[in-house]
């Protein structure tokens, strides 16, 4: 019983990250720049988050690994509701767009973990498809748009 209850006191007040993908504007481009997706890891959780070592991997509609784009996203802390982005860059191409998300990438693999101030280690897995992202963006353009007419 005494397990449990340090388990949830743990969740309930310890660091949860969670990992999405967000249209961003390069800074001091906002109005004439292109729009890029970034990979956006939040800490949701009320105490920061340490130590966190992820490794994110892009895999293809045939669930083949594209190793030659793995990328690592390490930061020594994140502090509770903040959050750090990640430019999903592929090595020697240009940062994907809404209007261009290479077509090979289907789903996003993000695996690894993070520790909590007193030393506790957390995993962390999510995956994150592709499609529902573009589908969801492209919802939230038409509807902004509709919006800007109106």
């Known amino acids: 019983m005494v397990k449990v209850m340090e388990k949830t006191s743990e969740r309930e007040y310890g660091p949860q990250l969670r990992a999405y993908l967000e249209l961003a504007a390069i800074r001091g481009m906002e109005r004439s720049g292109p729009v890029i997706v970034v990979l956006r890891v939040t800490n949701i959780g009320r105490a920061p988050a340490i130590d966190i070592d992820l490794l994110i991997k892009f895999t293809n509609s045939d669930n083949q690994h594209l190793s030659d784009s793995d990328r690592s996203f390490k930061k020594e802390v994140l502090l509770a509701f903040n959050h750090s982005d990640l430019i999903l860059c592929p090595p020697a191409r240009a940062p994907p767009t809404l209007e261009y998300i290479p077509p090979e990438i289907s789903r996003i693999e993000i695996g690894g973990g993070y520790k909590d101030v007193d030393g506790n280690n957390?995993?962390?897995?999510?995956?994150?498809?592709?499609?529902?992202?573009?589908?969801?963006?492209?919802?939230?353009?038409?509807?902004?748009?509709?919006?800007?007419?109106?």
């Open 122 to 150: 957390f995993s962390f897995n999510q995956t994150i498809v592709m499609k529902d992202f573009v589908d969801t963006a492209n919802k939230m353009r038409l509807a902004r748009n509709i919006t800007r007419m109106s």
